[in-house]
């Protein structure tokens, strides 16, 4: 009986030894070894997502799904608002749905007058036709709002998506990070 006693209490204190040594192994060196992180899209990053855009009533208003991908760098504001900052913090591969409301400017809706209206060609015009103009931003489609009279014209530049949902279902398909590369020079100020 005294030997089983021995061996019980030999085997209790090896184990408790072992026990001992994997906990303080593991509490001193779980600083040393670095998880590979998996990268997150950030400020400055080029991107390139898959993307379905959906009324409120699931009619589809864009779909680049199955290749045709859309490629920009988050923050250089080419997107519609709010779609950039949605893509922050996704991972490559990751699918995200959300929603987006793009504002309405009454500021936006602007009278021209009868020349303008001549100049441009445009004959027979009713309210709700599209026009196209070339703006300091380029070329724009708006919608005439209203026809006078005197031949001037309110012409609607908001986006024609403007004051809708727009049910939004994102992949993340390339994500190259944006690298600062500091030269000599600015690490010495």
Known sequence: MGNRFFIKKYFFNCFSVILCSIVIFS???SGCIEEKKEPVAEMGDSVSIELVGKFENGTVFNNTAGGNTISFVIGSETQIEGLEEQI???????TKDFTLRLKYFDNKVRQYPKEFVEQSGIENIKEGDSVIMSTNRGYQTGIIKAVY??????????????????????RLVELTKNETVENDETKKE
């Not at 922050?88 to 990751?94: A, D, F, V, W, Y």
């Not at 005197?150 to 998506?161: K, R, Y």
């Not at 403007?162 to 279902?169: H, I, M, R, S, T």
């Open 149 to 170: 009279e005197n031949g001037s014209v309110d012409i609607d530049l908001n986006d024609p998506l403007a004051g809708k949902d727009l049910n939004f279902n994102v």
């Open 88 to 94: 922050i913090g996704m991972k490559l591969n990751e």
């Open 27 to 29: 509490v001193l060196f």
